[in-house]
Every structure is written in structure tokens, then in C-alpha cells.
């Protein structure tokens, strides 16, 4: 995935940045601010707000 495309891309729901996690066909991009775990399928960000996995309080990815 492009880098330059994603230090442009926001969450959805509170315009907050996104951090990446994981690696090739693992790859999402997270918003701790709203706890979501939006998917990268192909190189496409899926940005959907219904489609996002929701991430617990204890999920590792919310202390990196």
C-alpha cells in the first residue's frame, strides 16, 4: 500500500489518524480514539464504519 496514501486517509467516524498494523494480507489500519480495526483487502482501505472490527480494551494493538 502506498505510504503517501496512508498518512493522508483519516477515520471515518472522528477524523482521527490512523495507525497501520500488520503486514501484507493482514495488513489494518487502526483508530484507537474509537476503538476500530478497519481492513486493507487488495491494497483498498475498507473505511466502511460497518464493516470495521471492533477492538477491545485489552487488545494489543491499542497499547502500540
Not at 4 to 23: D, M, N, S, W, Y
Not at 36 to 41: E, F, H, I, K, T
Amino acid at each position: 500500500m502506498d505510504k503517501r496514501l496512508l498518512e493522508l486517509l483519516v477515520c471515518p467516524v472522528c477524523k482521527g489518524p490512523l495507525i497501520t498494523a500488520g503486514t501484507g494480507g493482514s495488513l489494518e489500519l487502526i483508530c484507537r480514539a474509537d476503538r476500530l480495526a478497519y481492513a486493507v483487502r487488495d491494497d483498498i482501505p475498507m473505511m466502511l464504519p460497518d464493516e470495521a472490527r471492533v477492538l477491545g480494551a485489552d487488545d494489543p494493538l491499542m497499547n502500540r
